[in-house]
């Protein structure tokens, strides 16, 4: 399946592949930004396609594509379990906390659990 605009929960999601491309540059943000431009208010990023970079915060490559959908005005959700990686870095855990308590950058184990945060309008 190819990225996809669905609304989920009453709000439009880019809905990505998981067998899409890997999100490895600020370009790709980009991209995915550029895509959600079509009508989209959430990114939803398989977990699968971030690669370890994103999750070694020392890189600052997380940081970089959170800002730049925070300067855009466009929700990201990473999706899927990154236990592995939270189990590594205790500054990961945090950031993900404290991510989920706010309402720009989401980390959530399936879609399922998307649809509940954009129901709870979180």
């Not at 990201?76 to 855990?93: E, K």
Request: charged content about 20%; overall charge negative.
């Amino acid at each position: 399946m190819p990225d996809v605009i669905r609304e989920r929960a009453g709000v439009p999601v880019l809905v990505c592949d998981p067998a899409g491309p890997p999100l490895v540059t600020e370009q790709d943000a980009l991209d995915l930004i550029g895509a959600a431009f079509a009508g989209a208010e959430v990114v939803a990023v398989p977990a699968s396609r971030l690669g370890d970079d994103f999750f070694s915060l020392g890189t600052r490559f997380a940081g970089e594509v959170m800002q730049k959908f925070v300067n855009y005005r466009i929700r990201l959700v990473v999706v899927g379990d990154i236990s592995r990686h939270l189990a590594a870095s205790s500054a990961l855990r945090a950031l993900v906390y404290e991510s989920n308590r706010a309402a720009q950058v989401w980390f959530v184990p399936d879609l399922g659990a998307l649809d509940e945060r954009l129901r709870a309008g979180s």
